[in-house]
């Protein structure tokens, strides 16, 4: 009687599962990364915003408003890379936007690839430097290739990392010649993408630009102190190209792509899962300061919510809010502030790498004779000469404890990680966070933290950074038919977004993603 009774428990209870009702996958998956994008932000200026923007993600979405990157340095081409691959940069290898190449001595960029010609471009591309899966090469794979998935984004790194190594297409803006361009790492350029190029490209509006205020000034009350006279650009001259890709017009560029995109390309028609992933720009213009220049902030965030408003409506009238499953996050990090501005009486000074490499290699030279032992540096990074200290029978791990011992009585540097400290030494939470950005093969021997409010001088590449630890409220919403709208003020982590929209559309997640889902999400 008792196994009678357990087995019928047992039928009724699988009986219930089977009747619950399992959310259908969605016709899209529309992943949007608007790079610079703080929710302290999104909260000022929310009286500048209408009731389809983000108001209506805020109401409808489930909002995570601070999600943690969990490593340093952050820019969009490790931001983007690691919210794809649901890991960091310690595994996916994009570390920064460009790195020391140790064969040339030269810095690389994370996406050239001389095996690749461009489209509508001459630079040579591809997404073969990102070293684990993305979320759209899974849905390729699970899908045995019929879901169809496309990137577009203002620069070439967001473009290619988002679409990863097995899209239908990444498009992205020629700074040289206004064209949407890509790799032929990709199949076939698509032609209607050529067609818009040839009738429809920035060119033809660049001219007749003027950027002026969307509201009238007085409506931008956010950083008043530092409020200036109404601004107004323009971008017949220069460096049009790549003033426009940090304005907020490239946002509605993307848009217009987007229109052509679901109107030609067949994405989200039938019942398999596509992936459609934009980038769009929430940084100041052509990177200026926001104390600086508050205003213009101001009215990238106006618009851009106006842009957000304008796809949604596209995409609902094209295939249906109701089946497409949406995230939206931020490249985690700001521009530098200009080591220009006037801080006043706040600490700090100039840490110059090129003159702390010149005094190392005399120190190591003193200590254990003739050699170039600083093979190259860069940015905060410096590589030692490993056939040299080979060659002479040097520890490599006892010259980077040597190194770094020098170098922390350097004033303005707080702390100097060795490649072999980050490794194989003990854990805390500092070193985790410079371990998760660090990747053995493309990161330098020495990693140098440079105190707040020091600036770090590159006088061969003229990149010096006034330093600021202050992280970046990043916001992570997930919106969508089944999705449990909430706010919600405990940090999640930005390596959860791609297993998450995995689990949500029943594909494996990224072959690198370890961190468990978000399952309270529908």
């Known amino acids: ?23 259908p996958s969605p016709k899209l998956v529309v992943g949007i990364t608007i790079d610079q994008l703080r929710t302290d932000y999104i909260e000022a200026f929310a009286p500048l915003f209408e009731e389809s923007g983000f108001k209506r993600l805020w109401r409808e979405g489930r909002v995570y408003k601070h999600t943690n990157y969990g490593f340093s340095n952050i820019d969009c081409a490790s931001a983007v890379a690691t919210i794809h691959t649901g890991t960091t940069p310690s595994m996916h290898g994009i570390v920064a936007e460009r790195w020391m190449n140790l064969s040339t001595l030269q810095p690389e960029s994370c996406v050239d690839d001389p095996a690749y010609m461009g489209n509508y471009t001459v630079r040579n591309t591809s997404p073969n430097k990102l070293l684990t899966s993305t979320l759209s090469d899974e849905l ?33 803006l020629n700074t040289d ?31 007749y630009w003027e950027w002026t205020p969307y509201y009238p000034s ?24 790549k003033k426009a890709i940090t304005s907020p017009f490239i946002n509605d560029e993307i848009n217009r792509l987007v229109t052509v995109l679901l109107n030609q390309s067949g994405i ?46 596209q995409l609902d009238k094209k295939i249906g809010l109701k089946n497409i499953l ?47 032992y600083i ?24 010259i980077q404890k040597e190194a770094a011992d020098f170098i922390i009585q350097f004033s303005g540097v707080n702390e100097v990680y060795s490649a072999n400290r980050l490794l194989l030494g003990g854990w805390s939470p500092e070193v985790e966070n410079i371990k998760n950005g660090y990747h053995r093969k493309r990161s330098g021997d020495l990693v140098i933290d440079v105190l707040p ?29 089944q999705i449990k709208p909430a706010i919600i003020t405990t940090p999640t982590h930005i390596t959860k977004i791609a297993p998450t929209i995995a689990h949500s559309i029943k594909i494996r997640a990224p072959n690198a993603a370890k961190a468990i889902p978000l399952m309270d999400i529908r």
Not at 222 to 234: D, H, I, L, V
Request: charged residues 20%; proline residues 3%; hydrophobic residues 35%.
């Open 1 to 23: 009687m008792k196994k009678l009774l357990t087995s019928i428990l047992t039928l009724l209870s699988i009986a219930g599962v089977q009747s619950q009702d399992v959310a």
């Open 218 to 241: 007085f409506k931008y009350e956010y950083a008043a102190g530092w409020q200036q006279e109404p601004f107004k650009y323009k971008f017949n001259q220069g460096d049009k190209y």
């Open 140 to 172: 390729k794979i699970s899908t045995k290739n019929k879901a169809y998935t496309f990137s577009i984004a203002p620069t070439a790194e967001a473009a290619l990392f988002s679409a990863g190594h097995l899209s239908d297409g990444a498009f992205w």
């Open 268 to 313: 989200g028609e039938d019942n398999t899962t596509d992936l459609l992933t934009l980038t769009y720009y929430a940084g100041n213009y052509d990177h200026q300061n926001v104390n600086e220049f508050p205003m213009e902030i101001q009215d990238i965030y106006a618009r851009l919510d106006k842009n957000l408003s304008d796809l949604f409506l």
């Open 177 to 207: 010649n206004g064209k949407w361009c890509s790799t032929t790492y990709y199949k076939d350029f698509p032609w209607w993408a050529s067609r818009y190029n040839d009738q429809s490209n920035l060119d033809s509006r660049l001219s």
């Open 375 to 398: 093979e190259a540096y860069y940015n905060n990074q410096i590589y030692l000469n490993h056939d040299l200290l080979e060659k002479k029978q040097l520890s490599l791990a006892n």
């Open 453 to 481: 409010g020091w600036t770090l001088m590159n006088s061969d590449s003229y990149e010096n950074t006034l330093v600021r630890q202050t992280p970046v409220l990043t916001p992570l919403i997930f919106w969508g038919d």
């Open 326 to 372: 949406f995230f939206i996050t931020s490249t985690g990090y700001t521009d530098a502030d200009s080591p220009s501005i006037n801080y006043q009486h706040i600490p700090g000074g100039e840490f110059h790498i090129n003159r702390c490499v010149t005094l190392l290699n005399m120190y190591l030279m003193a200590t254990h004779g003739q050699g170039e």
